[in-house]
């Protein structure tokens, strides 16, 4: 019979959540900073390779992993804040499966490619918040690089490091507060995705607009695409940088950022 693994996840700050539960191995066993690159690696995958039972619906991400270090002895750093126990509630329904299997079917996502050759910056943007995460972490880079950096740049990563560097290069405002998920879900609604939820998830759907995304094969003004405008350019012919900053140039105009 097919191992069951099946994880709902449900909220409007889902990019928050879905970044921390890709670094999730590196918050187990806060002492490995004094351990050798090496020793720190092989504790976090063995013991994410313990397996695991669970079956909870509508629980906040620090209470399922609450449920999963009581089963595999496994620590994290993560604490709900008032935001995510309200907002991001979560299902869980796996048998006897490890939890880096686990992980795997919540951080499996679709690759980032490009046929521009500036975007290229994005990926690399995507990538080195592994990095960044890990600095933040005090986590060696060579650790990183053995957990993480081990697979390409995915569109999340992408979305998600695009955003930051909107927010801190570019749009930074101390009198309205960080707006890191406002662009991030400007995105979404972009590219049509903004009603999705458990409800109502079309996976076909999701897969289709992503590839379309990819291809390039948005409208001309954007739309189904990371930004939407109304100045004439062809957006599928515009690198994804460009595409942000016309964006955010309209906004600006219109009064609405």
């Known amino acids: 019979m097919k191992k069951k693994e099946i994880i709902n996840r449900s909220g409007k700050n889902k990019w928050v959540v879905g970044l921390f539960l890709f670094f999730f191995p590196f918050l187990c066993y806060p002492n490995l900073s004094s ?5 720190e690696a092989d504790a976090v995958w ?73 975007d290229g910056n994005r990926a690399e943007d995507g990538i080195n918040l592994r990095y960044r995460f890990g600095c933040e972490q005090l986590y060696s880079d060579v650790m990183v690089a053995s957990c993480l950096d081990d697979r390409p740049c995915s569109i999340l990563e992408m979305m998600i490091a695009l955003s930051i560097r909107c927010e801190e290069h570019i749009m930074d405002d101390p009198d309205v507060g960080d ?15 903004g009603g999705m939820e458990d409800r109502k998830f079309d996976r076909y759907l999701v897969d289709a607009t992503l590839e379309r995304f990819l291809d390039r094969g948005y ?39």
């Not at 515009?238 to 942000?244: A, D, N, R, V």
């Open 219 to 257: 409208e001309r003004n954007g739309e189904g695409g990371l930004f939407t405008v109304n100045n004439g350019r062809d957006m599928r012919r515009t690198e994804i940088w460009y595409q942000m900053n016309y964006y955010l140039s309209e906004m600006m105009k219109e009064g609405s950022v």
């Open 35 to 39: 351990a050798s690159p090496e020793e």
């Open 46 to 118: 063995q013991n994410t390779d313990k397996k695991v039972t669970l079956k909870m619906t509508g629980k906040t991400l620090a209470h399922i992993l609450s449920g999963i270090k009581a089963q595999t002895g496994l620590s994290y750093g993560f604490r709900d804040t008032p935001d995510t126990a309200q907002h991001g509630l979560y299902s869980i329904d796996v048998k006897n499966v490890s939890v880096e299997e686990a992980l795997n079917t919540l951080l499996k996502g679709t690759e980032f490619t490009y046929t521009i050759p500036m």
């Open 179 to 193: 707006r890191t998920g406002q662009w991030f879900w400007s995105m979404l609604v972009s590219l049509g995705l």
